[in-house]
């Protein structure tokens, strides 16, 4: 198995343009989560999608970020325009159920100019 | 509030001996986990124990868990160089959501 795939890997990007990052999870994992990870922050909890629906996106930090998940083998995390202070190491993960483990992806490694 | 907290932030050792890290919660859990990131790398999940379970072994690995202290440890005995890395405690809710709420972490330096 693969594991969870994250793509791209590294992105940089200048303020105010739209940046997607995308991620395959594990074929028959049910849930999806997406996370952000900075050092003053520590590892937060953006959205999370079971069966294809998102279920809880308290921690989206605002309307510039969105998420879809149009199928099981697929989701996106959208910034619209993105600000420096989303620079960040972005994590895809994904769970066969919603008390299992998590795995977790490479990272997405996002600067923003 | 924060619902996982590591303690200590930091922890250098020799290669031989056991590196213990704590993590404190608040609120009631079913579950809580334990993970390892090395530098610039998604986290592995190590461990997991239920809110039942008072302690689990997994080869160099002892977790413990006492529910009415609202607290765990994570024991790694025999440390390796290899073993160097950030380690996460992650705590779900008793609602069934599948949310994890993760700790700051405790790095590990582990010197040959």
């Known amino acids: 198995d693969a594991g969870v795939i994250q793509s791209p890997r590294h992105e940089v990007t200048e303020m105010g343009q739209e940046v997607t990052l995308r991620c395959k999870p594990i074929?028959?994992?049910?849930?999806l989560f997406w996370y952000r990870q900075t050092m003053m922050r520590g590892l937060e909890l953006l959205i999370y999608?079971?069966?294809?629906?998102?279920?809880?996106d308290s921690g989206m930090p605002e309307d510039r970020f969105s998420a879809k998940m149009p199928n099981a083998s697929f989701s996106t995390l959208k910034i619209q325009p993105s600000e420096p202070r989303d620079s960040a190491v972005y994590f895809c993960?994904?769970?066969?159920?919603?008390?299992?483990?998590?795995?977790f992806g490479p990272g997405t490694r996002l600067t923003v100019l | 509030s924060q619902q996982g907290e590591e303690d200590p932030q930091a922890l250098s050792i020799q290669e031989g001996e056991n590196a213990t890290m704590n993590c404190s919660y608040k609120?009631?859990?079913?579950?809580l986990q334990w993970y390892r990131q090395n530098s610039g790398r998604g986290l592995v999940h190590l461990i997991l124990?239920?809110?039942?379970?008072r302690e689990k072994h997994s080869g160099r690995l002892r977790v413990t868990l006492d529910t009415s202290k609202k607290s765990s440890s994570l024991l790694i005995t025999a440390s390796r160089a290899a073993d160097t890395a950030s380690y996460f405690c992650?705590?779900?809710?008793?609602?069934?959501?599948?949310?994890?709420?993760f700790g700051q972490g405790t790095t590990l330096q582990v010197k040959p």
């Open positions: 124990i239920r809110s039942n379970e």
């Open positions: 993960a994904s769970s066969p159920g919603q008390r299992n483990e998590q795995f």
């Open positions: 609120t009631s859990i079913n579950n």
């Open positions: 999608f079971n069966n294809n629906v998102p279920i809880d």
């Open positions: 074929s028959g994992h049910n849930s």
């Open positions: 992650a705590t779900d809710g008793t609602g069934n959501t599948g949310k994890l709420i």
